[in-house]
């Protein structure tokens, strides 16, 4: 097992549909976090979750939907999306509060709205 | 706000060679983490090196060194004996030392540099 997993890898939706991105790590983290990865652009800071509740909300729209059932497990519900959604969505989970440790990052989902 | 500037969006190497890669950044901390990341074709970042601004040696990890330059607000990477395998995108980051929100740790990523090693 590689200690962040994200499924699926790839996925095409249309605008109405609705899904669901998984990550799960196997690390040990207490804190967990969605980063947005664009063509051109930086890595955009989307959600953290540290030891379960939501601690930053990166100005990201309602039709993305975070959920964190516990410290192991994180969850991005897709519905109604735009076709600029489209993007790499990261997972990544770190060691929080020792300060230093590095966040560890899954594969991505390759998102297609369509 | 933090940014994190990469001013070049592509580099080549040829295999063996060395090559250094450019980031600069902006802050008012005086306390901060400074990550040199890389994102093989796999998709998965990778941590390549860590440097603590409160310490002035520039840190190295193998083949990969920094040149840390803090009043500059440079951070750049050098790759000595380039292989194949480091074909990738690599993306300068930076993390405050004191977060405000409870520990967490956000970082600030640059746009990245496309590394191409011909062999």
């Known amino acids: 097992e590689t200690g962040v997993t994200q499924t699926p890898r790839h996925l095409v939706m249309g605008m109405t549909n609705k899904k669901s991105l998984k990550c799960e790590q196997h690390?040990?983290?207490?804190?967990m976090y969605w980063y947005k990865q664009s063509a051109k652009k930086p890595l955009e800071l989307m959600f953290v979750?540290?030891?379960?509740?939501?601690?930053e909300n990166n100005s990201v729209p309602s039709r993305f939907s975070p959920e964190c059932p516990n410290s192991s497990h994180l969850f991005l519900h897709l519905h109604t999306l735009q076709p600029e959604d489209s993007a790499l969505y990261l997972c990544?989970?770190?060691?929080?509060?020792?300060?230093?440790?590095?966040?560890?990052f899954g594969q991505g989902t390759r998102l297609t709205v369509v | 706000a933090q940014t994190v500037t990469q001013s070049q969006p592509e580099m080549s190497v040829q295999e063996a060679e060395t090559v250094t890669l450019s980031c600069t950044y902006d802050?008012?901390?005086?306390?901060?983490?400074l990550f040199w990341y890389k994102q093989p074709p796999s998709r998965q970042m990778i941590l390549v090196i860590r440097q603590e601004a409160y310490k002035q040696q520039n840190a190295t990890e193998n083949r990969f060194s920094v040149n840390f330059q803090k009043a500059a607000k440079s951070f750049s990477l050098k790759i000595s004996d380039s292989q194949l395998g480091d074909a990738a995108m690599y993306f300068c980051a930076y993390r405050s030392r004191y977060n405000t929100q409870g520990g967490s740790e956000k970082l600030v990523f640059g746009k990245g540099t496309k590394l191409t090693v011909n062999p």
């Open positions: 802050t008012s901390e005086s306390d901060y983490y």
């Open positions: 990544a989970s770190s060691q929080v509060p020792v300060v230093g440790t590095e966040a560890f």
């Open positions: 979750y540290n030891f379960k509740e939501q601690t």
């Open positions: 690390l040990g983290h207490n804190a």
